[in-house]
């Protein structure tokens, strides 16, 4: 867009339309653009404009440059048009004025011309105190300052014009160190879809259910990092493709996390009912928690572009705006029906199911404790010993759950109680990838499952290790423990 602006200024300088002229040369009174320019007492009655060039001089091209030169013309007069509001409000038309204050110079070094003529966009008023009321550039509202935002100059062969600077970009630190966490977070996400992909005694259906998770963040992680780093270099068409991305993927991730919360739930309630085998087998289930993730993130996707992309919708409905400001929602507002709403019903499912674990826990703890005040026999020993393993099972998929649940909720209070600064919760969930591959893959037995089956790949011969059945999936992956080996019916 910077390259493209810079061009269009130097094709128009080049060009040959209508020179705008004046029939009496007005009288300018000159004042040198300073940091703290002060109009003299006698003449702050006048109008004032900025001007880019000295009196009796216009802009011109130069090679790749534009430069002041004197007028060859005695025809072209610097003779701009001010405006000014009226009680009710409303612009009044602009009209010539035979002296006014011409604050001569420009603070910034790239600047591009609008041309009101050809795009309604750079539509523009020149107040009588100097500043230029745009009332569409960039999509809003704004006021150019004299000097500091734009100069206007007559331009041989074009008339009198508006140079308006480039805005400037400030890099945020903040935003760099987010991007770069989520960067670091994918090849973490990666390594552990490869270790469950290699490992066939944890791709169970948890085990799936997290490699999908882990690919879903991935490609949200990626491309909101492109997002974050190269935004203003991307074009209009890049930015809504790479919103619609960021928008499915993230939403994806949140159904596999809602699928990960039930087959916790589901463990946990097995064990605590003594059921020694599923209702469903592990294929069949596998693909209805496929089905669940995968099509209500398609069908919020194709809602999504048919009302961005569709130009017969009315502008009375909400609409995604990809693109209009970012490459993301337009704002809050647009962004609640189609990404928020859903993750945030997500989340209240997940709460739910744990709030009903938790409980189902404190009972099935209560009944382990008197049943072994009754008896006091080595199977209850062996009960509360395994007990405890489900609770940390449970405790570590609340951690999961609150890793990527919690910034979301935190989203959602700021939209609702106003800015908040949550720089430590973003820089946290950006690092998730890394705190993920420890939790799954790092611990043990996944740990020694993960490196017995590279040490086979490679062709060195070693002994398996000795875990407990993967039906139990959580159980022995995440607490690092080994469950007695027991026949289950899958």
């Known amino acids: 867009m910077h390259f493209i602006r810079i061009c269009v200024l130097f094709v128009y300088l080049s060009a040959a339309p209508i020179v705008h002229a004046s029939d009496v040369s007005p009288t300018i009174h000159a004042i040198p653009l300073q940091n703290d320019t002060l109009v003299p007492k006698e ?3 006048l109008p004032s404009v900025a001007k880019c060039c000295p009196v009796n001089q216009v802009l011109v091209r130069d090679g790749n440059d534009t430069v002041c030169l004197p007028s060859n013309s005695s025809t072209m007069y610097f003779s701009p048009l001010f405006s000014e509001f009226n009680r009710t409000g409303v612009l009044v038309p602009g009209d010539e004025f035979g002296e006014f204050v011409a604050i001569v110079g420009i603070l910034c070094n790239e600047k591009y011309m609008l041309e009101p003529e050809e795009n309604d966009e750079d539509t523009y008023h020149l107040l009588f105190n100097g500043s230029i009321f745009a009332p569409k550039i960039g999509h809003a509202p704004i006021m150019l300052m004299p000097g500091k935002d734009y100069c206007m100059e007559v331009v041989p062969d074009r008339g009198l014009r508006v140079l308006v600077c480039f805005p400037k970009v400030v890099p945020d630190v903040r935003v760099i160190i987010y991007a770069c966490g989520l960067l670091i977070s994918v090849p973490f996400f990666i390594l552990t879809i490869a270790a469950y992909i290699i490992t066939p005694r944890l791709r169970d259906v948890h085990g799936k ?124 507002a647009e962004a609640m029906p189609y990404f928020y709403v859903p993750i945030g019903l997500l989340l209240l499912g997940n709460m739910i199911l744990f709030i009903i674990t938790a409980v189902k826990i404190s009972r099935y703890q209560q009944e382990l404790a008197l049943r072994r005040l009754a008896r006091n026999q080595h199977s209850d020993r062996e009960d509360q010993r395994l007990f405890r393993r489900v609770k940390r099972t449970f405790l570590v ?53 993960v490196w017995h089956r590279i040490q086979k790949l490679r062709g060195i011969h070693s002994t398996e ?22 026949t289950v019916v899958q």
């Open 43 to 45: 003449y702050r009655e």
């Open 209 to 332: 259910a997290l490699c999908h998770y882990c690919g879903c963040l991935a490609v949200a992680f990626s491309t909101l990092a492109i997002a974050q780093l190269a935004s203003a270099r991307l074009s209009p068409e890049v930015c809504v493709s790479i919103a619609f991305i960021i928008q499915f993927s993230f939403v994806a991730c949140f159904f596999w996390l809602n699928v990960m919360c039930i087959e916790t739930w589901s463990l946990i309630r097995r064990h605590v009912n003594h059921q020694a085998y599923r209702k469903i087998q592990s294929k069949t289930l596998f693909f209805y928690y496929s089905i669940w993730a995968w099509g209500p993130s398609a069908i919020l996707i194709l809602v999504s572009m048919a009302m961005d992309l569709n130009p017969t919708i009315p502008m009375t409905y909400v609409k995604p705006a990809f693109g209009s400001e970012s490459c993301w929602f337009k704002s809050d």
């Open 397 to 449: 998929c609340l951690v999961l759950f609150f890793l990527m649940g919690l910034n979301w909720m935190m989203e959602l209070v700021s939209w609702w109680a106003g800015p908040l600064d949550w720089s430590a919760f973003d820089l946290v969930n950006a690092l998730q990838g890394v705190i993920i591959f420890g939790l799954f893959v790092l611990r043990k037995p996944a740990r020694d499952l």
């Open 465 to 486: 290790p000795n875990v407990g059945s993967m039906d139990l999936a959580l159980l022995p992956v995440i607490n690092g423990d080994s469950l007695p080996r027991q």
